[in-house]
């Protein structure tokens, strides 16, 4: 017990003497909000606190230009342990999803913990995972391996309460686009397959396939492209869809049926289609009970409420 509460008050110290570093950058990145995969200057405003702090910083890393790598000290302990850091904002409401934050703070935990990583026996990196909002670097970051050698693997994200666990629903996004025939829409209707009948069709038919989903299921779409004029039938459409729920493999079924919507406003007009995933399937959030628990002492310890 000594060892932990000394251990606490070392942290709690570092977390002290690095606060306004943290604050600065939260409110820099706050000020100057960067879109997903256009990080730059975010980015490398991260990069040259944690060098200034001592961390060895690969950057670019795991070939991303906006994504880092920074470890401290001889990085040979028996645990290995990441802190990933967001930094990405959302188009016209810049950092509204707290990432400005979230960041910061993930970066303030990095640099307290660093010089207690003989005493935890942990190597304990900073890893940067842009381009949140959209594709989700982590998910390229995990295909590349980046993760395989981290025993623990962890963040911290802005909510408007205090959570332990929070339910999140997988999302998998398509473009789909259908393909008909241009003919000028006074003059020659009959000379043309209409694109956007048929996205207007796959449109409907997602409509009544709500009824048959579960609940936690959502089916949400835009028309990306519905022609050049009102004029002119148009020869190409195309609709994004996000497709969410809480099992992932549930999804998958659901996508399916979406995909047969597609076809189907596609085999009314004449049409044909194709879709292209436009960003990394994400999973549903599995539960870690024994995390859980870890970080419900926490809080209580710290006199923080749970919601």
């Known amino acids: 017990m000594e060892k932990y509460l000394e251990l606490k008050e070392k942290i709690a110290q570092a977390v002290k003497e690095n606060l306004q570093d943290a604050i600065a950058l939260n409110d820099d990145l706050a000020d ?21 702090k001592g961390f060895d910083v690969e950057y670019p890393f795991a070939g991303l230009p906006t994504s880092f790598k920074a470890t401290y000290g001889r990085n040979d302990h028996k645990y290995k342990v990441a802190i990933m850091t967001e930094y990405d904002a959302l188009p016209g409401i810049g950092h509204a999803c707290g990432h400005c ?72 996004s398509y473009l789909y686009t259908f ?32 009824q048959h989903v579960t ?52 085999l009314a007009t004449q049409c044909t289609w194709d879709k292209v995933e436009t960003a990394a399937t994400y999973a549903n959030m599995r539960r870690n009970y024994t995390g859980e628990d870890a970080l419900r002492e926490i809080y209580e310890e710290l006199d923080i409420d749970i919601n």
């Open 32 to 52: 100057h909000p960067e879109l997903s995969g256009e990080e730059y200057e975010s980015s490398r405003k991260i990069v040259e606190l944690l060098k200034h």
């Open 101 to 172: 934050v979230s960041g910061a703070i993930s970066v303030l935990a990095g640099i307290a913990a660093s010089k207690l990583q003989d005493a935890l026996d942990a190597d304990i990196d900073v890893i940067g995972t842009p381009v949140e909002e959209t594709d989700g670097a982590k998910c390229a970051l995990i295909k590349k391996g980046v993760f395989d050698h981290y025993d623990m693997a962890m963040m911290i994200h802005l909510y408007d309460q205090n959570l332990i666990y929070c339910t999140l629903n997988g999302l998998a």
């Open 179 to 210: 393909h008909g025939k241009a003919a000028h829409a006074s003059a020659a209707p009959w000379d043309g397959i209409n694109a956007l009948n048929a996205a207007q069709l796959m449109f409907h038919g997602t409509d009544c396939l709500r």
């Open 215 to 266: 609940p936690d299921v959502r089916i949400h779409g835009v028309i990306r492209n519905g022609g050049e004029a009102p004029n002119i039938v148009p020869e190409e459409a195309s609709a994004e869809f996000y497709v969410r729920a809480l099992d992932l493999d549930y999804m998958m079924d659901v996508v399916r049926k979406v995909d047969d919507c597609a076809a189907g406003g596609a």
